[in-house]
């Protein structure tokens, strides 16, 4: 079966956040975590295939490598007619890449002319005016995520941040032609084609701006960006299939919250419920230290809690100033690195020990999760707040909530318990 799109997309968070504006929008979208055995040719009917990597933070040639293979199998065994490459609504990248690297190797790899990028995300307040990425109003730089452990976002110009990742030239399609209509954009297209322009940044205010843009370019072979355009794709289609929301809780849920996550949204999260379940932080010492020792005391701390009236959280979560101290003392990507492995180890042990059900704030932690679970396919059941749905896997009878950093409100672990049904 040809399939209408394929997403790559960099991060488990990311996949999931897609998958659930198009399944929303009455797309059949099946969800593959990690690269699919290129020898397997696609049966299914679907119309997007999203595939989830965990390369954002890779070195840029690693990240290319893995985007490039995903992209050969979507278009030869799935049948691909567009390829999108889902990156973060903050777009998360350093000067080495991956977004530059990843779109440009595409950009080859398709023959298209140029590639569109569009990271806004309205509905969950990121959006993009005179090529500058806003979240809530307040510019990328000032919205905390100039504090981001890994990728530090400090500009807010989507230009200058592609500019040391990229060789090829970039250009900007503005609000005003944005509004104008389809064909303005379209004309706009044109002229950045014939300037040789290849990465195009489309400011994107409101849902209704998506939905212009979905349609000049659902045609249009090689996309880029957020979850947004992902959507409004899903929302012009036809036709539309009634909506399918896959269901997969076990029985009994034995559930535990795994956050990794140091964005300003974790944190109140993770403080929120603190305050009112039990609550265990990571301590990065011992995580460094890799010492089996520490993982079983964790995980028996777990399931001594795991019929309290709120699952138990386990969280590496910490502020900016207490951030910055331990990876001042230990290595960012060392301090990083531990931390991933003990939740990795951390999941194996509980999976073992009968807990079903995962509620985890992170895109890399996420990936770290969902690789220790070596889980083939997931299903996207209903959204627990927009970008975050339920996800299934019904081969190992697991159920996840996998929460991008910045999303959600303040009450979110207790409000993905209540959507647990
Ligand atoms: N206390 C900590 N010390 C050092 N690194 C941490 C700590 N807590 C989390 N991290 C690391 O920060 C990164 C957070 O990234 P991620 O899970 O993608 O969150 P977000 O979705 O907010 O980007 C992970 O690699 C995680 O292991
Ligand atoms: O586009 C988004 O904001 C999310 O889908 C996403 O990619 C979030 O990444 P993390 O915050 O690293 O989870």
Known sequence: MAVMTGVIADDFTGATDIASFMAEQGWRVALLPGMPDMTQRWS??????????????????EAVRQSLQCYHWLKQQAGAKQIYFKYCSTFDS????????????????????????????????????????????????????????????????????????????????NLATVQAGVQAVTNALHQHQLAGNKHIIVDTLTEADLLTLADALQSYPLLAGGSGLGGALAAIAHPQH????????ATTIRAVILSGSCSSMTNRQVNAYKAQAASLPLDVARCMADDAGYIDEIALWALAHRHDAHAPLVYATQPPDVLRTIQQRYGEQAASQAVERTFAHLTIALRDAGINTFIVAGGETSGTVVEALQVKRLTTGKAITPGVPWVFAPEQQLALALKSGNFGQADFFFKAQEYAS
């Open 44 to 61: 299914d009917d679907a119309d997007a295939i999203v595939i989830s990597l965990k390369s954002r933070s890779l070195p840029a040639d």
């Open 94 to 173: 350093t000067p080495a890449g991956n977004i530059g690297p990843v779109s440009d190797a595409l950009l080859e790899a398709t023959g298209a002319p140029l590639i569109v990028h569009c990271p806004a995300l309205p509905q969950n307040g990121r959006t993009v005016i005179h090529g500058h990425l806003f979240v809530n109003g307040v510019l990328l730089n000032e919205s905390g995520m100039e504090k981001h452990p890994l990728n530090p976002m400090t500009d807010a110009s989507l230009e200058r941040l592609l500019a040391p990742q990229t060789p090829n030239a970039t250009g900007v399609i």
């Open 242 to 249: 009634p909506l399918a929301q896959a269901s997969g809780f």
